[in-house]
């Protein structure tokens, strides 16, 4: 699905329901829209806020976190750095809307054997980040779209040379990613550009 139908598939979700978004016959992505909230997210909007949830075989659902995709990303770019445009090109297109499965077509021939999951699920799970952060986030953000906060790192973990213990040091610490990676895509800051090309942060 494309970034507005799965947006439209989410806020059409009733409360208190769980449903099956994306599955590879292996695994599995499913949402769910919860009709209280906890006080740790007082701030956020009841009708906005959902969950996602990831079945892998017959294991019971859990809620995969950031570092789950990121850290995915960052073996793939590792293991073959010639992969990191390819990869960078795909996840952006994700971020600007596109199917998830369309952006990673080119990425199907190379061989990867680093990595947590399967490179559809984890699309898609970019795809739902991306999604939770726009319409779920309760504070006010430093980003606006709000989930370059969340692709921020996408570009981060895939094109920086840096270890992966000093990127997730950093991100634990609730670090923004570098300007480098979202000013042209973010319109709270002097260097927005509507008119940025793909891949505009690589050199």
Not at 20 to 40: A, C, D, F, M
Not at 42 to 49: A, L, R
Not at 72 to 85: C, F, G, H, T
Request: hydrophobic fraction near 35%; aromatic fraction near 12%; include cysteine.
């Amino acid at each position: 699905m494309t970034y507005n139908d799965m947006l439209n598939l989410v806020l059409a979700l009733p409360f208190d329901t769980m449903k099956e978004v994306y599955s590879n016959g292996k695994q599995s992505l499913l949402i769910y829209r919860p009709s209280t909230l906890s006080k740790r997210f007082k701030n956020y909007d009841i009708n906005t806020n959902f969950q996602i949830f990831l079945k892998i075989g017959d294991d019971k659902p859990f809620k995969p976190n950031h570092l789950r995709l990121l850290i995915d990303l960052k073996l793939r770019a590792r293991e073959i750095p010639q992969s990191r445009i390819e990869l960078l090109t795909a996840f952006d297109k994700i971020f600007y809307g596109a199917e998830p499965l369309k952006a990673i077509s080119p990425l199907t021939h190379i061989n990867f054997t680093q990595y947590i999951n399967p490179i559809d699920i984890t699309a898609v799970l970019a795809q739902l980040f991306i999604i939770e952060q726009n319409i779920g986030y309760g504070n006010k953000s430093t980003f606006n779209p709000p989930s370059l906060y969340i692709h921020g790192w996408i570009r981060t973990f895939i094109a920086s040379d840096q270890e992966i213990d000093q990127i997730v040091y950093r991100i634990c610490r609730n670090t923004p990613p570098t300007v480098k990676y979202t000013c042209q895509d973010n319109k709270n800051h002097p260097e927005y550009n509507p008119n940025a090309k793909l891949l505009w942060y690589i050199n």
